[in-house]
């Protein structure tokens, strides 16, 4: 067994709850939370007043308004399996895990 590398998000999260999650293709933003019950990180993704798939998350009741003006999709939540003061590992789908370095 060894590594592979997956082509999955990265992620930077902020001391303030907030969070940048990119790939090569897209860049968002969002906020985050620690559910230190669950072990379990929510990633709340931001989407903007003017964004063209707004009209169909409203729809669908998957988004809120809040007093930034933006909007934000309920929490996905991704269990953590390892936290440190120098990162975490992450469970993702099937057998992998996403893991995350402090800098």
């Not at 293709?25 to 906020?31: D, E, F, I």
């Not at 809040?66 to 789908?93: C, E, H, N, W």
């Amino acid at each position: 067994m060894g590594i592979e590398n997956v082509n999955r998000d990265s992620y930077v999260f902020n001391d303030d709850g907030t969070y940048k999650s990119f790939n090569p293709l897209n860049v968002s933003y969002g906020t985050w939370y620690l559910d230190e019950k669950t072990q379990e990180i929510n990633l709340e993704l931001q989407i903007a007043p003017d964004s063209p798939y707004l009209p169909s998350l409203k729809k669908a009741k998957i988004v809120k308004k809040r007093k930034d003006g933006f909007y934000y999709q309920k929490p996905v939540k991704k269990k953590i399996l390892i936290y440190s003061k120098d990162g975490m590992t992450i469970a993702d789908r099937e057998k992998y895990v996403l893991i995350y370095k402090r800098k």
